[in-house]
Every structure is written in C-alpha cells, then in structure tokens.
C-alpha cells in the first residue's frame, strides 16, 4: 500500500502532465470540480495538490477566470563551477544548442587586459551559440578560450558537447571564476537571434574562469531572457560571496 498522500500524487500527475506537454503552457486546466470529480477526491484534496503546483510556480490561480499553466522557468544558479548548459541540463529541461560559429581569431582587446601580458597577434577560439529551451530560443552566448586549450578543441561538435565537457577533455583544471550578472536591454543584433525586439529586458551574465594555477581558461558573455530565467544563489558562510552594486549605493 503506498505511503504517499493522495493530494501528492495528483500534483505528482498533474506536474507530469504539464512537463510532457499534456497542459501547456498558457492554457487552461480543467474546472476544480472537474478535476476532482476526475481523480475521485474531493474539492479540499484537490485544492491541496493544486497549492502543490503553485507553490512550484507551474500554475497561476486567477479569481474567477480559473487556473492557468504558467511557462516553467529555468533557475540560473550562481554557486557552481558547472557550464549554463550542464545547469539547465540538470534540471532535466529539454535544451539544444545551436552553434552559430567557432573559429580562431584575433583575441578582443577586453581578453587581452585580462591576460595582461599577452603577447601581440594573440588568437583565441570565438564560440557563439544560442541556448534553445522548450523548442525557443532563450540565452545567446559568446565564449572565448585561449590557447592552448583553443586549438585543443576546435574541432569539437559544441551542439552535442559542453564546452567544459571538452575543455576538461583537453586537460583543462576549472578551480574557480568570477561572475558578474547584471540587467540589461536586448541589443539589436542579439535581439534577431533570440527572435525578440530590441530593448526587452535581459540579464547579462559575465564570466571569467580560470584553472588551478591562476591561469584564465575562458570568458564568458551571456544574455539572457528574464523571462525564462531566475537566478537563484545559495547563501553560506564561505562559499559565496556576493557584492552589490549600481543604484542601491552612495
């Protein structure tokens, strides 16, 4: 005989439902009573494992006009080392990557401040992709990674690898990185790409990462839809630390 609670296992149905596409976003689920009528339990039951969705922010309750499947969003979380795309991976959402291009080329002068010493006709590998989530696109990003581990991945397939995947692959150690996340407006020629008008809101995410020697491995530029994203950090006494800035100082 199962343990589990029967309103649990309704918003275990209903969420599985919701994820397989049964409900989709931006629709409609069927009347309370029809639910409950559906599932055999009453009114009290149901509102219980309703409250179950909401409280996982997949429905939105409005009065009187009924109850709505929200579009899930993705969390961004800020106190790991993991690639975006093996965070997204993680919460089991439906990703694709789409490579727009990933060629060798003269490093920008904003990598090159970075390494300080580096040395005149500097090349790095330019990685552009765009993040699909639920079939749309979602975060455009541009990575580059120096050499040596530039030329030691080239030739990789970034649609199907992550590029942390085939920079530890290559001998890469990631130890640590540096993230700035701040808000934005979508530029136009990102805007085409992730199929939105120029000037919508946007996170920008900004990432340095380097190895176990001090060395930068790659820099990271992403921009991302606010509304697919939540960024979400966990609070420890050493782990992370984080800084703020811009409009609530004087």
């Keep these: 005989m199962s343990s589990t609670p029967r309103y649990r296992a309704i918003a275990d149905d209903l969420i599985a439902k919701i994820r397989s596409g049964h409900y989709r976003a931006g629709e409609a689920l069927p009347a309370q009573r029809e639910l409950s009528a559906s599932y055999g339990v009453t009114m009290m039951t149901l509102r219980q494992a309703l409250q179950v969705l909401s409280g996982e922010g997949l429905i939105d309750q409005r009065a009187g006009r009924g109850t709505y499947v ?3 969003s993705a969390e961004y979380p800020l106190d790991t080392l993991r690639s975006l795309g093996d965070d997204l991976r993680r919460q089991g959402l439906p990703l694709r990557t789409e490579v727009l291009s990933a060629a060798l080329r003269p490093a920008p002068r904003a990598l090159t401040r970075l390494l300080g010493d580096a040395p005149a006709g500097l090349r790095a590998l330019r990685l552009a992709r765009v993040r699909h989530l639920m079939g749309r696109p979602a975060v455009h990003q541009i990575s580059w990674i120096v050499e040596p581990h530039a030329s030691a991945i080239r030739g990789t397939d970034f649609t199907e690898t992550p590029l942390y995947t085939a920079l530890a ?3 890469a150690r990631v130890h640590r990185a540096t993230e700035r996340v701040r808000p934005a407006l979508l530029t136009a020629p990102v805007a085409a ?6 000037g919508d809101p946007v996170f920008v995410s900004e990432r340095v990462t380097y190895d176990d020697r001090g060395e930068l491995i790659v820099t990271d530029h992403a921009t991302i839809l606010g509304e697919w994203m939540e960024i979400r950090a966990e609070r420890k006494a050493t782990d992370l630390s984080l800084h703020w800035s811009g409009a609530f100082t004087k």
């Design 169 to 171: 692959d290559a001998g």
């Design 70 to 72: 929200t579009r899930p």
């Design 193 to 198: 790409r992730l199929r939105r008008p120029a």
